[in-house]
T-cell receptor, first 110, second 112 residues
Framework: SAVISQKPSRDICQRGTSLTIQCQVD?????MFWYRQQPGQSLTLIAT?????????ESGFVIDKFPISRPNLTFSTLTVSNMSPEDSSIYLC???????FGSGTRLTVV | QKEVEQDPGPLSVPEGAIVSLNCTYS??????FMWYRQYSRKGPELLMY????GNKEDGRFTAQVDKSSKYISLFIRDSQPSDSATYLC????????????FGKGTHLIIQP
């Protein structure tokens, strides 16, 4: 299974600012997925990121709020823009098949 | 109705007991079923992966899928305190090409 390195592991941010989360995979993968886990809730898919094309967003998530980059087959970033306290969550990335996850980014917005 | 229903617990059992964790779902397109274990402040760890209906065993863990009832189960035999974690069921229709739909997770406590 692929090994995914995700950073930062946690951050505390001021409202109105943006945070970029990075995921690095130890092998080439076509598809990467970004999830959000709100406090006490399950994981919710934010978007699917294919290399070489625009990310596909799930209902309730928009590109202006969660822009994603996928510059190559081993790397992706998710930006949480113009943050509010409601964005306080754990953000996780995953890859196709293998179904492995990064260790998550615990974001607190104050 | 949510697509995947899972009792959040907590479920507390004594060490050595057999644990049964369950999820129900409504989307008949789901064909791939997974169970994840998540420790506090960690990412989910894949435990079991099953395609379509049937049973799959791996050590102390057995996963069952009944597509006719839209019901999946995870059994843990000889439970250990180290099994204390949140267990998440997840499913998809595309076998790796789709994102996953998760249950809410069951918080399991194994009492020494």
């Amino acid at each position: 299974s692929a090994v995914i390195s995700q950073k930062p592991s946690r951050d505390i941010c001021q409202r109105g600012t943006s945070l970029t989360i990075q995921c690095q995979v130890d092998s080439q993968v076509t598809m990467m997925f970004w999830y959000r886990q709100q406090p006490g809730q399950s994981l919710t898919l934010i978007a699917t990121a294919n290399q070489g094309s625009e990310a596909t967003y799930e209902s309730g998530f928009v590109i202006d709020k969660f822009p994603i980059s996928r510059p190559n087959l081993t790397f992706s970033t998710l930006t949480v823009s113009n943050m509010s306290p409601e964005d306080s969550s754990i953000y996780l990335c995953s890859v196709e098949k293998g179904y492995t996850f990064g260790s998550g980014t615990r974001l607190t917005v104050v | 109705q949510k697509e995947v229903e899972q009792d959040p617990g907590p479920l507390s059992v004594p060490e050595g007991a057999i644990v049964s964790l369950n999820c129900t779902y409504s989307n008949s397109a789901f064909q791939y079923f997974m169970w994840y274990r998540q420790y506090s402040r960690k990412g989910p760890e894949l435990l079991m992966y099953t395609y379509s209906s049937g049973n799959k065993e791996d050590g102390r863990f057995t996963a069952q899928v009944d597509k006719s009832s839209k019901y999946i189960s995870l059994f843990i035999r000889d439970s250990q305190p180290s099994d204390s974690a949140t267990y998440l069921c997840a499913m998809s229709g595309g076998g790796g090409a789709d994102g996953l739909t998760f249950g809410k997770g069951t918080h399991l406590i194994i009492q020494p």
